[in-house]
């Protein structure tokens, strides 16, 4: 463990990083962290973020500098070695077993190879830590049948169940509902008292003005501010963080690249009253999730021309299988939900895309890009069966596809070296960005968006988020599925709260303050919504 009583619990000193292609992704970064404090650490997808703090936890080495302790150099060969030093990460995209459950994932996490898990003890702890944190997740299913959001949980309860002394935090509010975010922070605030030391890796600007004492900057790799916090304005660290001036209240607009959409966005909402079927049309409609349960019990609702209709909620109440279902991907068990008045139910996702259904699937890596495939071939998955791409024999004509990338790179502000680069090679931003072009490709006359900016950095959500209203002021209809409370609020015409399977209300976003959506989102019933 590290010493307490000194100014600082670890220190990096002229970090850089130079990974075998050639890719510089750290020069010369310096860094302190200290006891008692929470530091936010900021910057865009690709700004060397989550390389250094896989250098402070054990999972990468340094190409030059080093990190040291009061004690002196340190030097981690593993993971393991930087938790018996007292370091312990939460990673954005998580390091689970997914047939473990999740008492036994934590369980593996304390033993040493070749002992057995003491799993009534961390079951004992896990209880503990989740009435303190506010952190619930089934600690008795296999952590690949929960959700996105319970897995993350599952990831925050196994580092805090090994007491650290440095506790890193990537991305750790994505998934949580206004009072989780609150009692997290209130962990961590007396985590922080205890002398403990936090990093907090956040894309949301309000958060670091929130829970932060200090916040640093990194730009493509370098170091580019260390402020107190409360001396530094979300306008500046905006501005830090992708090198240009940049309006960060969510709902507002930055210049978008000329091609695809030239002019500014408006996000005035008429107020429109819809009667009838929408393009989406959504019935009493019944989906189970992978253990049995019914995940998605009754659901009924429309989606307009013209219309983004969000679904906020903490993830694992069935907005996975609700998509699922409406996709192709998920049977259903009953109900009924039809696009321009054609019944989808049972279709498969090829003929559901035929009737102008556009998907951004809310794991990009997972289902929505083959990773090793280059940007040419991701770009036309689903679509490689268009006369337009395809020649005599079924060969693909790639000149024409490759024409079709270059303009989709131009269009969509897509950062790679060409349509032969792999997806692999791109940022998180650019990845995403690569299946957005993808979907709006098709014409599309609804988009399924679901969770469309999770893990952006500013500047890429901001564009994903703008494309998505310039879609619906041209008249698309959007279905919009996102975590992101602020993101579902700023952007939607009509939101539905939903919570274990149902909707908990619908209503426009100004009838809504934001604890009755917390209570809404924790399944509290409030007099008045149904």
């Given at each position: 463990m590290g010493d307490r009583q000194s100014a600082y619990f670890l220190k990096a000193e002229g970090i850089t990083k130079v990974y075998s292609d050639g890719t510089v992704a750290l020069r010369d970064v310096d860094l302190e962290v200290r006891p008692g404090e929470i530091l936010g650490l900021l910057g865009e997808n690709g700004a060397g973020k989550t390389t250094l703090t896989k250098i402070l936890s054990g999972l990468l080495p340094p190409t030059k500098g080093r990190v040291i302790s009061p004690r002196g150099p340190v030097r981690f060969g593993s993971p393991r070695e930087a938790l018996d030093f007292g370091i312990g990460m939460v990673h954005q995209h998580f390091a689970l077993v997914g047939t473990f459950t999740a008492?036994?994932?934590?369980?593996?996490?304390?033993?040493?190879?070749?002992?057995?898990?003491?799993?009534?003890?961390?079951?004992?702890?896990?209880e503990r830590l989740m009435e303190e944190s506010g952190l619930r997740v089934p600690l008795d299913v296999p952590v690949e049948k929960l959700a996105v959001g319970e897995q993350q949980r599952v990831e925050i309860l196994k580092v805090l169940s090994r007491d650290v002394d440095l506790l890193i935090l990537d991305e750790p509010t994505s998934v949580l509902t206004p009072l989780e975010v609150d009692e997290l922070f209130g962990l961590l605030r007396r985590l922080r008292d205890e002398g403990k030391s936090i990093i907090l890796i956040t894309h949301k600007l309000?958060?670091?003005?929130?829970?932060?004492?200090?916040?640093?900057?990194?730009?493509?790799?370098?170091?580019?501010?260390?402020?107190?916090?409360?001396?530094?304005?979300?306008?500046?660290?905006?501005?830090?963080?992708?090198g240009r001036p940049i309006e960060t209240e969510l709902g507002r607009p930055v210049e978008l690249a000329e091609e695809p959409l030239p002019r500014r966005l408006s996000r005035a909402k008429e107020g429109v009253a819809h009667t009838g079927p929408g393009v989406l049309h959504v019935e009493d409609l019944v989906v189970r999730g992978d253990t049995g349960e019914l995940a998605v019990q009754g659901v009924?609702?429309?989606?307009?021309?013209?219309?983004?209709?969000?679904?906020?909620?903490?993830?694992?109440?069935?907005?996975?299988?609700?998509?699922?279902?409406?996709?192709?991907?998920?049977?259903?068990?009953?109900?009924?939900a039809t696009i321009n008045g054609v019944d989808v139910l049972g279709k498969d996702p090829r003929e559901i895309y035929r009737l102008g259904v556009a998907h951004i699937p809310e794991d990009r890596w997972k289902l929505g890009l083959v990773l090793p495939f280059t940007l040419a071939e991701n770009?036309?998955?689903?679509?490689?069966?268009?006369e337009e791409f395809r020649g005599p024999f079924s060969i693909l004509r790639w000149r024409r596809i490759n024409a079709h990338v270059r303009n989709?790179?131009?269009?969509?502000?897509?950062?790679?070296?060409?349509?032969?680069?792999?997806?692999?090679?791109?940022?998180?931003?650019?990845?995403?960005?690569?299946?957005?072009g993808r979907e709006l490709a098709k014409d599309p006359a609804i988009i399924i968006a679901s969770q469309p900016t999770r893990g952006l950095d500013?500047?890429?959500?901001?564009?994903?988020?703008?494309?998505?209203?310039?879609?619906?002021?041209?008249?698309?209809?959007?279905?919009?599925?996102?975590?992101?409370?602020?993101?579902v609020l700023a952007l939607s015409d009509r939101v539905a709260i939903m919570y274990e399977g149902k909707f908990m209300a619908v209503a426009a976003p100004e009838e809504l303050d934001r604890e009755t959506i917390g209570m809404l989102m924790g399944g509290v019933a409030v007099e008045g919504r149904s």
């Amino acid at each position: 463990m590290g010493d307490r009583q000194s100014a600082y619990f670890l220190k990096a000193e002229g970090i850089t990083k130079v990974y075998s292609d050639g890719t510089v992704a750290l020069r010369d970064v310096d860094l302190e962290v200290r006891p008692g404090e929470i530091l936010g650490l900021l910057g865009e997808n690709g700004a060397g973020k989550t390389t250094l703090t896989k250098i402070l936890s054990g999972l990468l080495p340094p190409t030059k500098g080093r990190v040291i302790s009061p004690r002196g150099p340190v030097r981690f060969g593993s993971p393991r070695e930087a938790l018996d030093f007292g370091i312990g990460m939460v990673h954005q995209h998580f390091a689970l077993v997914g047939t473990f459950t999740a008492v036994e994932n934590v369980a593996l996490s304390h033993e040493r190879p070749f002992t057995p898990l003491h799993l009534e003890e961390t079951r004992r702890k896990l209880e503990r830590l989740m009435e303190e944190s506010g952190l619930r997740v089934p600690l008795d299913v296999p952590v690949e049948k929960l959700a996105v959001g319970e897995q993350q949980r599952v990831e925050i309860l196994k580092v805090l169940s090994r007491d650290v002394d440095l506790l890193i935090l990537d991305e750790p509010t994505s998934v949580l509902t206004p009072l989780e975010v609150d009692e997290l922070f209130g962990l961590l605030r007396r985590l922080r008292d205890e002398g403990k030391s936090i990093i907090l890796i956040t894309h949301k600007l309000k958060e670091v003005g929130a829970i932060t004492d200090r916040v640093v900057v990194l730009r493509k790799g370098e170091l580019v501010g260390d402020f107190k916090t409360a001396e530094v304005s979300t306008e500046q660290l905006a501005q830090l963080m992708v090198g240009r001036p940049i309006e960060t209240e969510l709902g507002r607009p930055v210049e978008l690249a000329e091609e695809p959409l030239p002019r500014r966005l408006s996000r005035a909402k008429e107020g429109v009253a819809h009667t009838g079927p929408g393009v989406l049309h959504v019935e009493d409609l019944v989906v189970r999730g992978d253990t049995g349960e019914l995940a998605v019990q009754g659901v009924s609702f429309d989606v307009y021309a013209g219309e983004i209709f969000g679904i906020a909620g903490v993830e694992g109440n069935g907005q996975t299988e609700l998509v699922e279902a409406l996709t192709g991907l998920r049977p259903a068990v009953s109900g009924k939900a039809t696009i321009n008045g054609v019944d989808v139910l049972g279709k498969d996702p090829r003929e559901i895309y035929r009737l102008g259904v556009a998907h951004i699937p809310e794991d990009r890596w997972k289902l929505g890009l083959v990773l090793p495939f280059t940007l040419a071939e991701n770009a036309i998955l689903g679509v490689h069966r268009w006369e337009e791409f395809r020649g005599p024999f079924s060969i693909l004509r790639w000149r024409r596809i490759n024409a079709h990338v270059r303009n989709l790179m131009e269009r969509f502000d897509i950062q790679a070296t060409g349509p032969n680069a792999p997806a692999k090679s791109l940022s998180g931003g650019n990845q995403q960005k690569l299946i957005v072009g993808r979907e709006l490709a098709k014409d599309p006359a609804i988009i399924i968006a679901s969770q469309p900016t999770r893990g952006l950095d500013i500047g890429a959500a901001q564009y994903i988020r703008d494309i998505l209203v310039e879609m619906r002021n041209r008249g698309r209809a959007i279905l919009l599925v996102s975590a992101d409370l602020d993101e579902v609020l700023a952007l939607s015409d009509r939101v539905a709260i939903m919570y274990e399977g149902k909707f908990m209300a619908v209503a426009a976003p100004e009838e809504l303050d934001r604890e009755t959506i917390g209570m809404l989102m924790g399944g509290v019933a409030v007099e008045g919504r149904s």
